[in-house]
Antibody, heavy 121, light 107 residues
Framework: QVQLKESGPGLVQPSETLSLTCTVS????????VSWVRQPSGKGPEWMGR???????AYNSALKSRLSISRDTSKNQVFLKMNSLQTDDTATYYC???????????????WGQGTLVTVSS | DIQMTQSPPSLSASLGDKVTITCQASQNINKYIAWYQQKPGKAPRQLIRYTSTLVSGTPSRVSGSGSGRDYSFSISNVESEDIASYYCLQYNNLPYTFGGGTKLELK
């Protein structure tokens, strides 16, 4: 079945770079796109960016200058790197996958368990 | 970016009540809206896609409707398992955007 799992450090120093890995199973990264979504405690989620199935990327303009998403299809992994972290980047970070029906997206149907990242010195 | 204005931010209901949450988009989203339930410490779970299509496993007392900019999500006959936060998501245009959430509590 479709599974996604995030991994990475739970604590990052201010001004440092966050590196997260999403390891997927049950589908191919060359057939489906994977997005990163983050959610500060008590707030709504925020779409950060996407690795398209063809290897292209798309980013939220609010984060574009700090964010990079890449992948290793041989390892079924998608990577997120975000630099210049500040305290308001403290959030739970999720990787997600959309479902498709008749060629149209059905929104984020599959989610990882999430990983809490705290930005603090 | 499309803004999703979700209301109310919180809702208090008794078991058996019907509750309704609304999301208004800043522009037409062509029915590309999904609704999610989230319990503390868990990832969001998709309940509805494309305005009104129930995802497998969603109870039939959940429903969605709307068009254009205005959408609603309802739970009839609220049960204890429905106590959670709910979010709308527009996926008509990138960047996909979520509503601010509604926290459903028991009265």
């Amino acid at each position: 079945q479709v599974q996604l799992k995030e991994s990475g450090p739970g604590l990052v120093q201010p001004s440092e770079t966050l590196s997260l890995t999403c390891t997927v199973s049950g589908f191919s990264l060359t057939s489906y796109s994977v997005s990163w979504v983050r959610q500060p405690s008590g707030k709504g989620p925020e779409w950060m960016g996407r690795m398209w199935y063809d290897g292209d990327t798309a980013y939220n303009s609010a984060l574009k200058s700090r964010l990079s998403i890449s992948r290793d299809t041989s390892k079924n992994q998608v990577f997120l790197k975000m630099n210049s972290l500040q305290t308001d980047d403290t959030a739970t970070y999720y990787c997600t996958r959309e479902d498709n029906y008749g060629g149209y997206s059905a929104g984020f149907a599959y989610w990882g368990q999430g990983t809490l990242v705290t930005v603090s010195s | 970016d499309i803004q999703m204005t979700q209301s109310p931010p919180s809702l208090s209901a008794s078991l058996g009540d019907k509750v309704t949450i609304t999301c208004q988009a800043s522009q037409n989203i062509n029915k590309y809206i999904a609704w999610y339930q989230q319990k503390p410490g868990k990832a969001p779970r998709q309940l509805i896609r494309y305005t009104s299509t129930l995802v497998s496993g969603t109870p039939s007392r959940v429903s969605g409707s709307g068009s254009g900019r205005d959408y609603s999500f309802s739970i009839s006959n609220v049960e204890s398992e429905d106590i959670a936060s709910y979010y709308c998501l527009q996926y008509n245009n990138l960047p996909y955007t979520f509503g601010g959430g509604t926290k459903l509590e028991l009265k």
